[in-house]
């Protein structure tokens, strides 16, 4: 390779790096601003019932997609959708229950019962 590629290559490493960097300090300072803030800011009462409400919705946007991505033609098979359906059972057992490591445990636990079976 000639040197003005070399250059490039070293140019394009150090973007990605300083990239990454400053990406980096600007979330931590973000989250830091929020922190610092938190004793002094008062938010309001509207905003924080609606704050209750953002950790259920960012975990179903993080699971449900998955529990509803199915791998099979034929509807409700054990291999293809044995997380929809370790999904519901363990949705079952924590509407039942209210217990997260039963929750947990349980899907986990139908889970590879049924990917076991499935053969998968």
Not at 6 to 20: G, M
Not at 62 to 67: F, K, M, R, S, Y
Not at 89 to 117: D, E, H, M, P, Y
């Amino acid at each position: 390779m000639n040197r003005r590629g070399d250059e490039r290559a070293l140019l394009d490493t150090q973007t990605v790096w300083l990239t990454i960097l400053g990406m980096g300090v600007i979330t931590y300072l973000l989250r830091l601003s929020f922190i610092g803030l938190s004793g002094r800011l008062r938010i309001p009462p509207l905003v924080q019932r609606g704050l209750v409400f953002v950790p259920p919705a960012v975990f179903s946007a993080l699971v449900v997609p998955d529990l509803l991505q199915s791998s099979s033609l034929v509807p409700l098979s054990l291999g293809g959708d044995a997380r929809l359906i370790a999904g519901v059972i363990a949705l079952l057992v924590a509407w039942r229950s209210k217990n997260v490591v039963l929750t947990i445990g349980t899907g986990l636990v139908v889970l590879f019962v049924l990917q076991t079976l499935a053969g998968v």
